[in-house]
């Protein structure tokens, strides 16, 4: 099993009023991008992280999230949580996502922390329950 993702959007905003408290600024670096399993897309997600904590940039950015904040910011990501639901695919879903925009699906909300005590990420990710299930790993 091979899980990789491609880029859809890296962009800096100002954090919009549905998302909920997290970091210490009122912006926030915004990554959109679809998730792979093998080559069938089973997921979209939406990425925010403080401005505090640094601005993503396109360059230099992998599969590993984590990895991009640990080498280009210098931040360690050092607990998350997550919160499993159901939740509405976003309008800006893309065409190759293969539910469109207001299909009710799996929804999963999290939040993860750095070093500081607020959590520094937030991020949603839809996913096609006809292709995935939700697992989670602890090591």
């Known amino acids: 099993m091979q899980f990789h993702v491609?880029?859809?959007?890296?962009?800096?905003?100002?954090?919009?009023?549905?998302?909920?408290?997290?970091?210490?600024?009122?912006?926030?670096?915004?990554?959109?991008?679809?998730?792979?399993?093998?080559?069938?897309?089973?997921?979209?997600?939406e990425i925010w992280l403080d401005q505090s904590a640094g601005v993503i940039e396109l360059a230099g950015?992998?599969?590993?999230?984590?990895?991009?904040?640990r080498t280009h910011l210098g931040l360690c990501i050092s607990r998350a949580e997550d919160y499993v639901g159901i939740g509405k695919v976003p309008t800006?879903?893309?065409?190759?996502?293969?539910?469109?925009?207001?299909?009710?699906?799996?929804?999963?909300?999290?939040?993860?922390?750095g070093s500081q005590v607020a959590?520094?990420?937030?991020?949603?990710t839809w996913f096609d329950t006809n292709q995935a299930h939700y697992v989670q790993r602890l090591k």
């Open 6 to 45: 491609q880029i859809l959007d890296v962009s800096l905003h100002e954090k919009p009023l549905d998302l909920p408290e997290f970091g210490a600024s009122k912006s926030a670096s915004r990554i959109r991008r679809l998730r792979y399993l093998n080559d069938t897309i089973i997921a979209i997600e």
């Open 119 to 124: 959590p520094v990420e937030y991020s949603r």
């Open 92 to 113: 800006w879903a893309p065409a190759a996502f293969a539910l469109s925009p207001g299909t009710i699906t799996g929804f999963i909300e999290r939040f993860s922390w």
């Open 61 to 69: 950015i992998s599969d590993s999230l984590y990895q991009y904040y």
